[in-house]
């Protein structure tokens, strides 16, 4: 595997958002089981591999049970319910120990995320108040790199009404990489493979266990 240059630890940080409804799987996807581990135990497994040395926080709801997580990592909870990621992002934000930095932002339903693409991000965020994979149209927020200093922007949109978290790439300087460029450390694009539905679940469980059958 290629070594990739990535910043120092003093300057990075994980953000991984899991306070939503989880309405279209009707069960709290942090909680779903992918082998012998859940969704967000295994994100945050692949956070650390990129990122061995950063400050990783899970941002959850208030009243959120969330499955036994690795000892030194930090909950917090959000201050307005019902606020949609960018609420759990301005949480995770507020609670750094150590800023300025870059964070990695990340939900809980892409469990084949891949710490390459965790690093390659890092490398593309130099100068950049926020590094944001686009597909065309389509952006990926919740597979980005912002900096910590957003968090004023954040507090504004939100004090304002404003919930979507893609709205805070139309208000910084934001460099958009296609989604090829991520094929460099992940082939495939696992890492921006939503699981958001029980079909998508049950999906996911039979793609893993066609991939452990003997040839």
Known sequence: MTSRHMPSAERTAAIIVCGGQSS???????LLQIGS???LQRIISTVRQALPSAEILVAAAVDQQLPP?????KVCRDSEP?????EGVRAGLQALSCVPCRVFLTGCDTPLLQPGVISLLFEQSDQAAAVLPVDGTREFPLCSVIHSSLLEAIDSM????ERRLRQLYCHSAVRRIPVDVLRTADPQLLSLH???????YQ?????????????
Do not use: I, Y
């Not at 019902?82 to 960018?86: D, R, T, V």
């Not at 999906?203 to 040839?215: G, N, S, T, Y």
């Open 194 to 200: 939503n699981v958001n539905s029980a079909d998508d």
């Open 69 to 73: 997580l690795p000892k030194g990592l």
């Open 203 to 215: 999906a996911l469980m039979m793609q893993l266990k066609a991939e452990q059958k003997p040839c």
């Open 82 to 86: 019902n606020a949609g990621p960018l």
């Open 37 to 39: 581990t859940t969704f």
């Open 158 to 161: 939100l004090a304002s009404g």
């Open 24 to 30: 279209r799987m009707g069960h709290d996807k942090a």
